[in-house]
């Protein structure tokens, strides 16, 4: 129950100055969809016309999901530096929550109150290109919940490290972009990468919106490799976050920006 | 009474970036806080105290030593501890400028478990007895700096610990809210039994509503007495001499050389000698002195010490070894 009560407080906090900020938010939205309109653009004007349909549709789900990394991995280190310049993270530090679950409760508020936003982008987008992709719930599910966990795991290695280093925001810059390259690549290039976090996921997901594949057409062992990453990344995540935090505490730098 | 938070043997040391060299930041720190208390933790800067105060918020590991919070060891079981207590360490900057009076006591209290149902009832007594309700869907930038600093005491009052720890409470404010404050921290010991430790440069607070005072410089404890007994203390040893007449060099010289603390002020026909005794019985010594040359006695009083000088002269006597010591 208190788990829910700090998971509520966050979404309601996140909420409340996305409103709030409306203009700053629709600024990031429409910035987003300005990107996807140059890469439509590029497809479009020097694109392989035989094989542009595919193309389109290729970069709606990437982008999409390059747009949720975003908001889940990256706006986490952005909020600690922000938080510690202002002096409110010494006081999540003082929770008898703990701050790792505090940072959880973070990243899922995100991806919840980021959703909404994320199913209009999807569908302004089709509608801007004239693409429908396959939007199949029950199969796009549990891909999602399996790949956000590994997701979350990537922001609390972001969330860990700017707890010691605070002043990463050129880091978070560069990561952009590093979320991109796992966004668009494609396992087949090199099969040690569905081991990454997100590429297996938006693989299935990809398979799913354009191919139409169902849930019962994907391979155990695709799961399997989704699950163990989701796992992997999230313990990963969580042992190099508490570390961070007890190093931080040990040379004084968690109230320090 | 019980002791609510032990420190015990504390120490802690920074290496610094550059050059390597250590500081000794705390060197084997220990004292109790009773439960229903109200200590002043004090210190010039550099002296520990931010150090101390983050250890016991359990933001900082100690090097060496322990510090307990209601029988909970902060460093095994940090998270049963911080229930315990709750700070205001940097006033306003300690809230979220974006959301109202009423969303920052809400979201606190939900990042500590607690549902807005629950917190419901004590968020709306809270805003009452600081005199925020009328304020309450307010954003916290468009408030004064006492009305933030105000809601930062609330908030960590809203977390209902048995310890709430103030970093210079009263820093920044206008003379009226910071006597509103002082009296919010007084109730809130009547009314709500809690603990409250205060860090402050401001003597007229620490005075007025602290019982006992911890003193730290340089690192370690030079005073950890009640602010009643200090006062009296004192108070016994500082004399004002009024003298129908100036010093000689040579009687002035005597003095310093007995006596280096001491002020001696020249006025039209007289001057006035103000001296600090390690003992009572060295007032004959100045007598002494005074006869010398026949300097003419007018009065001589027992000059009323306030907070900030006792504070001083034990900050000084620490420096020179001699007033601390004595004392």
Same mark, same amino acid.
Do not use: Q, R
């Given at each position: 129950m208190r788990l829910l009560n700090l998971l509520n407080a966050n979404i309601r906090k996140h909420f409340i100055e996305m409103k709030r900020y409306l203009p700053n938010t629709m600024a990031f939205i429409i910035t987003f969809y300005i990107i996807f309109l140059a890469m439509f653009a590029g497809i479009k004007l020097i =694109?392989?016309?035989?094989s542009q349909d595919a193309n389109i549709q290729y970069v709606i789900v990437n982008y999409?999901?390059?747009y949720l990394a975003m908001v889940v991995v990256n706006d986490i280190g952005w909020q600690i530096s922000n938080e510690a310049s202002q002096g409110t993270f010494e006081q999540l &530090? +003082? &929770?008898?929550?703990?701050?790792w679950r505090i940072m959880t409760a973070r990243l899922i508020s995100s991806t919840i109150v980021n959703f909404l936003i994320i199913v209009a982008l999807l569908y302004i987008s089709m509608a801007t290109t004239g693409q429908w992709l396959n939007i199949d719930v029950i199969t796009l599910l549990p891909i999602l919940v399996l790949t956000l966990i590994s997701m979350f795991g990537l922001g609390l290695i972001i969330a860990g490290m700017t707890v010691v280093f605070k002043q990463i925001q050129a880091f978070l810059q560069i990561l952009q972009f590093i979320l991109a390259a796992l966004v668009f690549v494609q396992s087949n290039v090199l099969p040690f990468l569905v081991f990454f976090p997100i590429v297996k996921g938006v693989e299935l997901v990809r398979n799913? +919106?354009?191919? =139409?594949?169902? !849930? &019962?057409q994907i391979a155990v062992g695709d799961f399997l490799i989704l699950g163990f990453n989701a796992i992997f990344y999230f313990i990963v =995540?969580? =042992?190099i976050f508490i570390y961070c935090e007890r190093f931080a505490m040990r040379k004084g730098l968690l109230a320090h920006y | 009474m019980e002791a609510i938070i032990k420190v015990e043997g504390v120490k802690k040391a920074y290496k610094k970036r550059k050059s390597k060299e250590v500081i000794q930041a705390i060197n084997d720190v220990s004292f109790d806080v009773k439960r229903g208390e109200i200590l002043g933790l004090l210190g010039p800067n550099g002296a520990g105290? $931010?150090? $101390? %105060?983050? +250890?016991?918020? @359990? !933001?900082? $590991?100690?090097?060496?030593?322990?510090i307990t919070i209601n029988g909970n060891d902060m460093k095994t079981q940090r998270l049963k501890a911080l229930k315990h207590i709750s700070a205001v360490l940097e006033g306003n900057r300690n809230l979220y400028w974006r959301l109202t009076v009423k969303e920052n006591l809400e979201y606190f209290a939900g990042n500590r478990g607690v549902s807005r149902k629950d917190a419901a009832f004590l968020i709306q007594d809270l805003l009452h007895k600081f005199n925020l309700k009328h304020k309450e869907n307010e954003l916290v930038n468009r408030l004064s700096r006492g009305m933030q600093q105000k809601l930062a005491i609330a908030i960590a009052m809203s977390a209902e610990t048995d310890v709430i720890l103030l970093d210079e409470p009263t820093l920044g404010l206008d003379v009226e809210t910071s006597y509103e404050v002082r009296s919010i921290l007084q109730s809130i010991v009547k009314e709500y039994n809690r603990t409250i430790i205060i860090s402050s440069h401001d003597m007229d607070v620490i005075q007025d509503i602290c019982e006992r005072t911890v003193i730290i /410089? /340089? @690192? /370690? %404890?030079?005073?950890n007495d009640s602010v009643k007994n200090l006062l009296k203390l004192f108070e016994v040893r500082s004399y004002s001499i009024t003298l129908g007449g100036f010093l000689s060099n040579h009687q002035l010289s005597l003095i310093s050389h007995k006596f280096p603390h001491h002020t001696y002020k020249k006025e039209t026909f007289q001057s006035i000698l103000e001296i600090d005794l390690a003992k009572s019985e060295e007032i004959y010594q100045i007598i002494d002195i005074?006869?010398?040359d026949e300097t003419p006695v007018e009065a001589i009083d027992r000059r009323n010490v306030n907070f900030e000088q006792i504070f001083m002269k034990i900050i000084k006597g620490e420096k020179s070894n001699a007033f601390a010591q004595s004392s």
């Open positions: =694109g392989d016309p035989s999409i999901f390059w &530090s +003082m &929770s008898p929550m703990g701050i799913v +919106m354009i191919d =139409g594949v169902s !849930l &019962s =995540g969580l =042992g | 105290k $931010t150090t $101390t %105060i983050k +250890m016991i918020c @359990g !933001l900082l $590991t100690p090097d060496e030593g322990s /410089n /340089n @690192g /370690n %404890i030079v005073i005074l006869k010398m």
